[in-house]
């Protein structure tokens, strides 16, 4: 079925439509919740509060854009007032922290990396996962970062810059990174000369 | 293990997380679901709402007529009161030898008794009659009281006449709610009832489901399953038997035993036998129920008849009202709330493909409650009390279990004859 007729049906308040809807969004976004809670239950109750709110301003949806984005924007703020309520983002935490990763195995290796990346930007302190969530992953920019989790534009800059170095390092240790090496094929030549 | 330069990171991520699916717990939709349709529990709420409407209304029925009973007798007492001023020059009365009821006041020969007694009928009485009359607080001044006329015309009753009234007037008084709750009576009933169903919903998967059979299914998933089914009423009947307790002269409470035959037919086609799936609403498995179905609910080999039946047995607790009439011939309505349980079920589920019905006994549901209405005419013929009621029965929960998609609601029209006896 089709975004637009699941959206006419959500408009006049179909509970099939709802239900289909939330069946083909679900899982998509509560992955997208799950990389800003702190546990599976808390990424649950962010995609019911979020959910609620795609059915009950669905008439707010202008067409401008792709359906999918439109959920995703509420979800993702639907995430960050629920982060807000108790958590400050300007935290700075040691990298120590992220030593700890816990990870299954899976069988599938592409759903196993997928699986260790979300749970490595996961075991990130609040502060760095979720600018990093929102800038390199939901693309916000530092701007609307520092509006939405009302910290400096800056603060935002450098949480990013540190969180993507403490994961790079994590990603690193836990084999799924390998960081290229430096191209010094031009020092030999100059050497050579 | 790939190599990624510190700038190609942010798409490392990205592409992960979209690569990354969880699926959330039924618990999440159910309760989405909850909050976006809360109306779902109006059948239960508006058989309470009926039901302590019915019940304060008994109650205030109940105390108008014992207040009733006060006033047709207030006047003899004020009477008694009001006549001897004789003996009240002296502060004196001779009172008979009883127990007064009102707030426990024991009857004695002083006149601060006779005030207390007075007042106390006054308390009993509503304010619309509280300027009839107007009680002296100290009985010493009764003397100076200016009473109506209706009343002092009837100075030449003698003390002995007002002692045998008092009494009669007060034991009328306290034996008026007595009599009413002693007339316990017996009913059997049965009668036959035109048994049909309400279909509410649409077949659906889960959320595993989804992701399995979204492509190839979607236009039979989107359909409802009222446009696909073709059902039809049929006969069935209830017999039981009940105690009826009378709370005032116009409210009954009942309270009884019945069992009740349900049966629909739905118009299908005879198949040969293939496998019927039921998707259910189970986070924990993700694999359907199957069944072997020889009827196909579109086309088949030929058409044929299914007859879904249910016999269950039911505890009825409800409220009669006796909107007018007497007692030989009058007119009630009355409601009626039925735990039920359903101990034999020979149903056949659509599958979730609304292709074929096959019986899946595991998602019948076996408890269950009923609410009924009737409107009765009750008439008395050699000594028994006969009753003919046109009566609507609706089973509140579905037949089915919550973790099957599709709801179904029993529901019963029919007409109730009973036989009602006096047995105390």
Known sequence: MTDEVLLQGCLKNDAYAQQELYYKYSPKMLSVCYRYAKSREDAEDMLQEGFIKVFTQISKYENRGSFEGWILRIIVHTCINHLKKNKKFNEHVD???????????????????????????????????T???????????????????????????????????MLEELLIKKNI????????????????? | MKRYSKEELDELLKEKSDQYLLYPSDRVWKNIHQ????????RYASLTVLFFFIASLSIHVKKNELSKGLINNKETLYQYIETPSASLANNTLQLPE??????????????????????????ANTIEHSNEISLPKNISTLPQISLPTAITTTNNITKEEKKHTLSETID??????????????????????????SLEGKATRNIYQYAVYSLSTNAVFARDVKDVVNHRPAMGFELGTAMIYPLSKRINVRAGIQANYNQYQIKAFSAIPEIATY???????????????????NQGLSPATIQNEHYMISLPIGLDYRVSGTDKLNFSVGSSIQPTYVFANFSYLLSSNLQNYAKEPSLNRNWNINGAVEASVNFEHKGFRWSIAPQFRYQMLSSFKEKYPIKENLMDMGIKIGIIKTIK
């Open chain 1, 131 to 165: 600018v990093l969530n929102l800038f390199a992953i939901e693309g916000y920019s530092h701007k609307e970062i520092g509006f939405m989790l009302e910290i400096e534009e800056s603060t935002s800059r450098s949480q990013y810059t540190r969180a993507k170095n």
């Open chain 2, 172 to 197: 009328l008084v306290v034996t008026t709610a007595k009599k009413i709750s002693k007339d316990i009576k017996w009913q059997l009933y049965g009668g036959p009832s035109i048994g049909y169903r």
């Open chain 1, 177 to 193: 990174l390998q960081p290229k090496k430096e191209n010094t094929k031009w020092l030999s030549s100059m050497r050579a000369h």
């Open chain 2, 35 to 42: 909050e976006l349709h809360p109306s779902n529990g109006w």
């Open chain 2, 279 to 297: 998707a259910v609403n189970n986070s924990n498995s993700s694999t359907p129920l199957s069944a072997v179905s020889v009827y196909r609910n």
């Open chain 2, 98 to 123: 009883i127990f007064i009821p009102f707030h426990g006041l024991k009857q004695s020969n002083d006149a601060t008794s006779i005030n207390l007694l007075a007042s106390s009928i006054m308390h």
């Open chain 1, 95 to 129: 990298l120590a922290y992220a030593g700890d990763l816990i990870i299954k195995e899976d069988s599938i290796p592409a759903i196993l990396q997928a699986k260790q990346v979300v749970e490595c930007i996961r075991s990130l302190p609040i502060g760095y996962r």
